[in-house]
Each structure stands twice: as structure tokens, then as C-alpha cells.
């Protein structure tokens, strides 16, 4: 299989475990784009080199983990292909920054093994905030949530036509290059040769022009008229006020207080 | 390559997703009139946005590296649908990797726009591509068009991730070290693509009915393209020349030797009140963010067996709320 035709298949099972009756899935999609939106830009707000304190907004992604009953295994399959650019960004801080800092056990460490650990432990908990939203309420719903919330019309559909159309045009294009790896003849090779990948590209074009022309007349047949209309959400509950406020209270209570020291202290004596 | 929540400041994040969202908001103005007029655009939008997300899926060999990139898209989508158009279509991309793919991050996902979107669509094709490629019939003047806008539109996304991340300062890579390992891959990888860009517009006018690229719409050239900038610049960059100095207030105040007799003014029980409640509400005290590195940035974290202690408490009192979230087994 193609690394497009995986990509499709990503996309298919994000939306499957969408489309359960989960808890999660029960909780108002703008409640929940809300809440992950302040999540991680409280996560961003904490200084570069805590790494502790960042450790109670591992809660969010975990609540909706179980809530949502999404398997860990496909989360962190899903990590694994997100972390690697952050990873590498980050790990030459323990050279670049060597600024001996105590640590607990004697002696002194570098300060970028801190800054190192703490864009780990916030690009874990940013990356998962947001495929589990995906996980356990959909683009569709998202969507409509961010179009509530005041994003265009225009772009919001655009999202749901692109989703829409994607695993036709994308199917179309795998097979055109899976078509393309079978004729091929030799070693394999990394990547499609640049002449070789702009006919491949022309030729799905011009059949995906034709497709949006099909497309429009169909729209005009039902009724089309230009014009940008969204379907709602369902009514806002209790349940997604509370859902909201605790998510905006909890991070910016572990902002504040040093929640992991708090306890430690409490426990130790210290 | 796409920049990531984790390496991004709030600031950083805020102000170019403002910039974003502000070209964002005024391309959908601009195209309302448009779709009511040509109501074809919208499926064209739509099934081009899933052709690009599509493309950037199929890797390209870069002769000569052993390496391999993929199409950005940017400057195709400008191209076949305009300049706003093609910046919704390229954010709408980008929306869907980020939430499918964590492919960027949703607080970084402005500053993607910015990068893949509003440097292409609204810089780069009005300024470089239209002027260079003129109406479009000599393959030359396209090829050389789509080349050059392409290379240089893959080379200030990728310098604008390194400045990004140095503006956030959560990794300790140098700017200039960082600059110079992202723009020479990139330089190649534009080429490559600005090749493979104009080889597949050159494909399409050589078809039976050919294509016509969106005009560019009346009053675009660079105008927004400035004001955008002008924005980022005076609110990301320009903030860190604020003066120090005191502002008109106080230094009046200073002047007028009032200093001392502010200080020693009674304070009555409404004032101490309002102190105490602006102390405990303020986010920003005087701008600033709590816990902020001292100008050395070396800073002591307050390492110690209490917060490790603690750190794994928290970590244990996470599982525990995870494990009474969870819903027993039904048994067949």
C-alpha cells in the first residue's frame, strides 16, 4: 500500500472511532474545541524549562483517552509519526545550552536536558489534545463547532467539501501511482522522478477538473445557489458548561500552583 | 515540514494566528461576491483542496540527495483559483493535516497558514509569479514563473518556521544554525517543486480546452500582503523594542518629583482591596509573564525529591481519574 492509500486509511479509522456513542462523543463539539484550544495555549504559556508542572495537563488528553474509549494503541501509533521533527528540533539543546542546573540526586545537569524533556512532554500532550478531539467528535462536527465559534462560512465548507472529496481524489491518485510502480521496471526508488510526477499529477488534474464540474451541476440540479448554509449542532447542555469551565479553572489553576511540588511537599514533609 | 505546538510560544502562536485568521476573514468577504457569481468555484475549491492534500502525500526523488520532498501546493492553488481562494483551500489543508495527522499543531496552525498560505498565495504570485508569467501563454515565462515563485515560497516557509521557533525561544538551536540547515534542503525541494509546478501547468494548457488561470482580483497586489505584515511586525517584533523607558505618566510624574508623595498618599481599605484583587486576577502583570526567564536565561527550576515526588504523584493521580472514568466491561 502506498503511503497515500495509509493516509486514507488513517483518515477512515479517525472517523470510525468518531462515530461511536461514546461519553466523549456525547460532550458538545465546541466545548470540547474550546477546551483543547486553551489546553494547549496555556501548555505553551509555561516557561522553557518546566517540566513538572506541565505534568497535570496530561489529564486532558487522558479524560478523553478513557471517555472516549479510543484505543492507546492507535494513539500512540499516531504519536509516533507526529514527534519525530519535534524531537529533532529539541535535541541538541543539551549541547547548545549546558548551563549546569542541581539536580536531586547530586551534581548538576545541563539545562537543555530540562528545555529537552519539556518540549517532549508538551509536544505529547499537544499532539494528542488534538487527534483525540478528532478521535471522539469528527471533522464534521468540528467543523460546524468552529463555524459556530466564527470562522468563515466559506473556509468552514471548504473543510467539509475537501474531507468530502478527499478519498475519491485520493484513491484516484494512489492508484494512478500504485498503476505507475507496477510498470516500473528496475531498483526501487525514492520517490516519484519530477518528469515522471508532473504527468502523473497532470493527468489526475485534469480528471479532478472534470469531476468538479460534475460535481457543480449536480449542486445546481439541487438547488445551488452560491450561497453558504450550515446545519447546527445540537442544544447546548449542563453537562458541557461544566465540561468547559473545569477545563479552563483546572489549567490555569496548574499555571499558577505548582501542583506536582504541592504534593510532593505534602508527602515528604519537605 | 510543518511547525509544532511544542515549539511555539503563545505569543508567537497568537500573533500569526491573528495575521492568519485577519487574511482569512477578508479572503471569505472577497469571495462570497465571487462564489454568488461563479458558483463553480466552490466545487472547484473543494475537489482541489482534496488533490493537493492528495499530493502532498507522494514524495518526489531530489536528484542528486538521495533525498525526497512533496509538492507544498501554495502556489499551484493561487494559481489555478486565485489569490483567496487558494489561501482557504491551502488552510483547509493544512486544518485537516493538523487534526488528522498532528501534522502541526491547532495553536501553531496560524503561523502554518503563514507560512504555506499567505506567503505564496498573497506575497509571492501576486508580486513574483504574475509579474514574471504576464497572461500566461509563453511556456517559458511560466516555467521561469512558477519556478522562481515556488523556490522562493518554499524557502520563507521554511525560514519562517526557524524565526518562528527562535521567537519563542523554547529550543536553544541558534537562528543562524537552524537557517542553515533548513534553506539549502528547501532551496532544492523548491526548485523541484516550482519544476514539477510549472511541468503540470504546461500539461493542462496543452489539453483539449486547456485551463484558464483566476485572474488576480482587483486591489490585491500586496496591498493586504503589507497590512499583514505591518501587523506581525508591530505586534511580534516591534514589542521587543518597546522602550523601557517610562511612559508620558510617569515620567511627568518623575519630573514633577511626585514620585515620593504618590508613595507616601494614604491607601484607604477600597485601595487595598482593589490591589489585592488586581494582584490575584492579573495574568500579565506589567506584561509580563510569571516565572519569567531572568535576562540570562538561565533560570533555576526548583529541582528537587519534593518535586519529583510530587511529579510522580501526579502522574499516579492521572491514572487513577482515568481508571475511575472508565466504564466496566459488559459481559456477553
Given at each position: ?7 486514507l486509511s ?7 472511532l468518531a ?18 484550544l486553551?489546553?494547549?495555549g496555556?501548555l ?22 478513557v ?15 507526529a514527534?519525530?521533527f519535534?524531537l ?13 542546573l542541581?539536580?536531586p540526586?547530586g ?23 488534538a ?5 471522539t ?7 460546524y ?10 473556509l ?10 478527499l ?7 494512489a ?67 461544566g ?28 | ?22 487574511a482569512?476573514?477578508?479572503?471569505a468577504r ?26 502532498q ?9 538521495g ?6 501546493g501554495?502556489m499551484?492553488?493561487?494559481i ?27 495553536l501553531?496552525?496560524?503561523a ?26 509563453s ?18 516557509g ?34 523541484v ?20 488561470g483566476r ?36 515620567w511627568s510624574?518623575?519630573r ?36 519569567a ?21 501526579t ?18
Amino acid at each position: 500500500m502506498t503511503g497515500l492509500a495509509h493516509a486514507l486509511s488513517a483518515i477512515r479509522r479517525a472517523d470510525s472511532l468518531a462515530s461511536r456513542p461514546t461519553r466523549a462523543a456525547a460532550i458538545d463539539a465546541r466545548a470540547k474545541l474550546l477546551a483543547t484550544l486553551w489546553v494547549v495555549g496555556v501548555l505553551a504559556s509555561f516557561p522553557s524549562y518546566e517540566v513538572a508542572r506541565l505534568l497535570p495537563l496530561a489529564l486532558f488528553p487522558v479524560v478523553l483517552l478513557v471517555m472516549g474509549e479510543v484505543p492507546l494503541s492507535w494513539l500512540c501509533g499516531r504519536l509516533l509519526l507526529a514527534l519525530p521533527f519535534v524531537l529533532m528540533v529539541g535535541a541538541l539543546n543539551p549541547w547548545l545550552d549546558p548551563d549546569p542546573l542541581p539536580s536531586p540526586w547530586g551534581g548538576a545537569i545541563a539545562a537543555g536536558w530540562f528545555s529537552l524533556a519539556s518540549i517532549l512532554l508538551r509536544g505529547l500532550i499537544a499532539v494528542s489534545s488534538a487527534l483525540l478531539l478528532l478521535a471522539t467528535t469528527g471533522i464534521i462536527r468540528i467543523s460546524y463547532a468552529m463555524s459556530c465559534l466564527g470562522l468563515p462560512a466559506v473556509l468552514v465548507n471548504q473543510v467539509l467539501f475537501l474531507y468530502r472529496y478527499l478519498f475519491v481524489v485520493g484513491e484516484e491518485l494512489a492508484r494512478t501511482v500504485q498503476a505507475w510502480q507496477l510498470r516500473g521496471a528496475g531498483k526501487p526508488r525514492r520517490g516519484v522522478p519530477p518528469h515522471q510526477l508532473k504527468l502523473l499529477l497532470a493527468s489526475v488534474l485534469t480528471r479532478t477538473f472534470q469531476r468538479a464540474m460534475r460535481i457543480h451541476q449536480a449542486m445546481l440540479a439541487r438547488g445551488f445557489d452560491g450561497k453558504m448554509r450550515l446545519a447546527r449542532l445540537p442544544r447546548w447542555r449542563w453537562r458541557d458548561t461544566g465540561f468547559l469551565l473545569f477545563w479552563i479553572i483546572f489549567p490555569l489553576l496548574a499555571r499558577q500552583v505548582d501542583i506536582p511540588l504541592m504534593l510532593g511537599r505534602l508527602l515528604t514533609g519537605a | 515540514m510543518h511547525m509544532a505546538d511544542a515549539l511555539l510560544s503563545p505569543e508567537v502562536g497568537a500573533s500569526f494566528l491573528a495575521a492568519s485568521l485577519t487574511a482569512l476573514v477578508i479572503g471569505a468577504r472577497r469571495l462570497q461576491a465571487s462564489l454568488q457569481e461563479d458558483s463553480q468555484l466552490v466545487a472547484l475549491m473543494g475537489v482541489l483542496g482534496a488533490f493537493v492534500f492528495a499530493a502532498q502525500m507522494i514524495n518526489f526523488s531530489i536528484p542528486g540527495t538521495g533525498s525526497s520532498g512533496h509538492l507544498g501546493g501554495g502556489m499551484l492553488l493561487a494559481i489555478l483559483l486565485g489569490p483567496w481562494a487558494g489561501l482557504i483551500v491551502i488552510a483547509s489543508v493544512l486544518l485537516v493535516q493538523a487534526l488528522f495527522f498532528a501534522d502541526g499543531g491547532l495553536l501553531a496552525w496560524g503561523a502554518n497558514v503563514f507560512n504555506l498560505g499567505v506567503i505564496s498565495c498573497l506575497i509571492l504570485y501576486p508580486l513574483v509569479y504574475c509579474t514574471l508569467a504576464g497572461d500566461g501563454n509563453s511556456r517559458a515565462r511560466v516555467t521561469l514563473a512558477a519556478v522562481l515563485a515556488c523556490t522562493l515560497s518554499t524557502i520563507l516557509g521554511a525560514a519562517g518556521i526557524a524565526l518562528e521557533t527562535a521567537a519563542s525561544g523554547i529550543t536553544r538551536l541558534p537562528l543562524p544554525e537552524f537557517l542553515a540547515l533548513m534553506i539549502p534542503i528547501h532551496l532544492v525541494i523548491g526548485l523541484v517543486e516550482g519544476l514539477v509546478t510549472a511541468g503540470v501547468l504546461t500539461a493542462l494548457a496543452q489539453r483539449p480546452g486547456g485551463f484558464s488561470g483566476r485572474p488576480l482580483q482587483a486591489g490585491g497586489r500586496g496591498i493586504i500582503a503589507s497590512f499583514i505584515l505591518a501587523a506581525l511586525l508591530t505586534g511580534g517584533v516591534l514589542s521587543w523594542l518597546a522602550s523601557e523607558h517610562p511612559d508620558g505618566l510617569e515620567w511627568s510624574v518623575e519630573r514633577l518629583r511626585a514620585t515620593s508623595l504618590l508613595e507616601e498618599a494614604p491607601v484607604g481599605t477600597l485601595h487595598r482591596q482593589s490591589a489585592q484583587v488586581q494582584q490575584l486576577t492579573s495574568v500579565l502583570p506589567d506584561y509580563e509573564l510569571p516565572n519569567a526567564l531572568p535576562s540570562n536565561g538561565v533560570v533555576v527550576p526548583g529541582v528537587s525529591i519534593a518535586g519529583i515526588v510530587g511529579s510522580v504523584v501526579t502522574l499516579a493521580l492521572v491514572a487513577l481519574v482515568a481508571l475511575m472514568l472508565r466504564r466496566p466491561r459488559r459481559n456477553n
